[in-house]
């Protein structure tokens, strides 16, 4: 025998499968990381324009000139309106929340 141990021999052995297989390794993991973000919606396009998501809507109401529902989002810019007896809560990236509305005379 030439006096390596075991597990030398083996590390010995699979050093070029080693080389082979570390880039796939990475190329893999990037391939996963992109497909969660298009997942979970946040393609880059989402990501640099925008700077919340509605997180509540009562009645009528629209972010821009679309109608807001739950989950919409929210870009740098973009015009809230809320109609009459309507709320709009938009969530910040950063968990502020704003809410938007008219009180009733009585208050709520």
Known sequence: MNGLTLRELIMKDSQPFRRLLVPYHRALLLYFAILLCFAFGLDDSALADSVGRVSKVQNQAQVGSIPAAVGTSVGMGDTL????NARLEVTFRDG??????????GGD
């Open 81 to 84: 309106r809320t109609g009459a």
């Open 96 to 105: 502020t929340k704003l809410t938007l509305g008219r009180e009733r005379a």
